[in-house]
């Protein structure tokens, strides 16, 4: 399959590797608002046509599907604009905001025949699988701590006094939306929708939430997750059971994974080593969902990206964390 891409920016670059390392797809276009960044990201990673214009880009016949990794807030309008051109998408996290946008992007897509993805890495890689497979051996679950503090490369800007998208609400930045969905969606995969939510973020002066602590409450456990870009977190995740625990490094990638048994003291190693580029997997997935015509794969997609847009905007609202046109 042929693809372009809106955004320019290190994720972008890192998809382009990993779709062309998977052998899975092939860049065709590229776009950037101006001609003079559209033409050496196009140089740069090889790709045979670039664009200023969106829409020229978009009604080109030759792209199969276009890949959004443009600021959070304009990932919803990007999507149905390539859809209304009869595109497939891939999106990356957050896809929408809210449920609000969620139904539009599903309308949409049955309505034009296409498919879309939303593009969390850690849910496709083989150790997220181990970790699916074994997750009975630890029992009756009676708590899950899960963690993504990770200091952002653009906090010190901040401090300076500017305004970098990923610390802004007009750019729906923010810890939640930019890490806490990495944890978020990962418990929504394993466990399914909680009872409840309660989120504690530390706001920054500008009413973002730099970190926070996500509490989901089910029935017989309670899952409790980290998120920051304001700190450097070390410590793993795990997930509780009667009969013993399972542990991982990080939620994305999961390249550390251990069993410890309660009742002979003994921890196994399940880990296996994973590509570097851990996007060839969420590539491969979606390449072959599309070309297999899976529609009970999309659906499944589909409504998990629909829990974790209610959730996160549940989150957001309890602090009045609202960004534009909510």
């Not at 033409?39 to 990673?45: C, G, I, L, T, V």
């Not at 214009?53 to 959070?72: T, V």
């Not at 051996?137 to 993504?148: D, F, N, T």
Request: glycine content about 6%; proline content about 3%; aromatic content about 10%.
């Amino acid at each position: 399959m042929k693809f372009s891409t809106i955004g320019t920016s290190w994720i972008t670059e890192s998809f382009i590797a990993a779709a062309k390392q998977s052998g899975s797809a092939e860049l065709h276009a590229v776009y950037s608002r101006t001609e003079e960044s559209a033409k050496a990201f196009a140089e740069k990673n090889g790709a045979k046509q670039w664009f200023s214009n969106l829409e020229a880009m978009l009604q080109d016949e030759e792209s199969d599907f276009i890949y959004i990794a443009s600021p959070n807030r304009m990932h919803y309008e990007h999507m149905i604009m390539c859809m209304d051109n009869g595109k497939h998408v891939f999106c990356e996290k957050p896809m929408v905001l809210n449920e609000s946008q969620w139904n539009h992007v599903q309308e949409t897509a049955k309505e034009k025949g296409v498919f879309v993805f939303e593009g969390f890495r850690h849910l496709y890689s083989p150790n997220y699988k181990k970790l699916k497979d074994k997750l009975t051996q630890v029992g009756q679950i009676r708590s899950v701590m899960l963690q993504y503090v990770q200091y952002s490369s653009k906090y010190d800007a901040f401090k300076e006094g500017k305004a970098p998208n990923v610390f802004s609400k007009e750019f729906a930045g923010g810890a939640i939306m930019d890490l806490g969905v990495y944890p978020l969606s990962l418990a929504l995969d394993l466990f399914g929708e909680p009872n409840n939510i309660n989120y504690f973020p530390v706001l920054l002066s500008n009413g973002t939430d730099g970190s926070g602590t996500l509490v989901l409450n089910y029935n017989e456990f309670v899952v409790t997750i980290l998120c920051s870009k304001i700190a450097q977190g070390t410590a793993p995740s795990e997930i509780h059971g009667e009969d013993g625990a399972l542990r991982m490094d990080h939620v994305a990638p999961i390249e550390q994974l251990s069993f410890y048994d309660r009742k002979t003291k003994e921890t196994t190693e399940l880990a296996e080593k994973q590509e570097q580029l851990d996007m060839i997997y969420e590539a491969q997935a979606f390449v072959k969902m599309v070309k297999e015509q899976n529609l009970e794969e999309h659906a499944a997609g589909l409504e998990r990206s629909r829990q974790v847009a209610k959730w996160t905007s549940e989150a957001r609202k309890q602090h009045n964390i609202l960004f534009p046109g909510e």
